[in-house]
T-cell receptor, first 113, second 111 residues
Framework: KAGVTQTPRYLIKTRGQQVTLSCSPI?????VSWYQQTPGQGLQFLFE???????NKGNFPGRFSGRQFSNSRSEMNVSTLELGDSALYLC????????????FGNGTRLTVT | GEDVEQSLFLSVREGDSSVINCTYT??????LYWYKQEPGAGLQLLTY?????DMKQDQRLTVLLNKKDKHLSLRIADTQTGDSAIYFC???????????FGAGTRLAVHP
């Protein structure tokens, strides 16, 4: 079974631009979560989607948004990029109940200059 | 509040056992997780334990849970150089896949 796939692996953007990251979950998984990893703040939860609905949200500004498609693939968008948005963005998928573990992809490394 | 604490660094000799400790705050967490992160990679699920269990063993890995003290540990037997990585402990206070992670413990294995 293929794992969680995130594209692209690396991105370089300029302040003020917007960016879209993509995540394909493990086949059969209906939940997709997004996390931000930075050296200063560590791993922080962004949001989680299940069956195309946002089910939970972390404490990030509205510039961070996401969506999930009917095939469970998910995208995350960050608008008006700031230097502090430079991070590793990790996507995780699971079957969707609280007892199903999360499986992570290798992440997208975003650099904002 | 939600908080997970781990020691930041552990150095062990190859072949010895490693014990990585973690304390968490939310007693409502149903599951507690251990993930491994190697340089340039994502998080690899190592193991997880249900909150009503005290211990779980999986090959070289042993997880101990003390729910009264909210203390979780990961023991790696016969530690190898390939085990060098950062290890994250995580709790699930809000359910629905919202994990709260510790800062990670960097494990260095030397000959």
């Amino acid at each position: 079974k293929a794992g969680v796939t995130q594209t692209p692996r690396y991105l370089i953007k300029t302040r003020g631009q917007q960016v879209t990251l993509s995540c394909s979950p493990i086949s059969g998984h209906r939940s997709v979560s997004w996390y931000q990893q930075t050296p200063g703040q560590g791993l922080q939860f962004l949001f989680e989607y299940f069956s195309e609905t946002q089910r939970n949200k972390g404490n990030f500004p509205g510039r961070f948004s996401g969506r999930q498609f009917s095939n469970s693939r998910s995208e995350m968008n960050v608008s008006t990029l700031e230097l502090g948005d430079s991070a590793l963005y990790l996507c995780a998928s699971s079957a969707g109940t609280s007892k199903d573990p999360l499986h992570f992809g290798n992440g997208t490394r975003l650099t904002v200059t | 509040g939600e908080d997970v604490e781990q020691s930041l660094f552990l150095s062990v000799r190859e072949g010895d056992s490693s014990v990585i400790n973690c304390t968490y705050t939310d007693s409502s967490s149903t599951y507690l997780y251990w993930y491994k992160q190697e340089p340039g990679a994502g998080l690899q699920l190592l193991t997880y334990i249900f909150s009503n269990m005290d211990m779980k063993q999986d090959q070289r890995l042993t997880v101990l849970l003390n729910k009264k003290d909210k203390h979780l540990s990961l023991r790696i037997a016969d530690t190898q150089t390939g085990d060098s990585a950062i290890y994250f402990c995580a709790e699930t206070p809000g359910g629905y896949n919202k994990l709260i992670f510790g800062a990670g413990t960097r494990l260095a294995v030397h000959p």
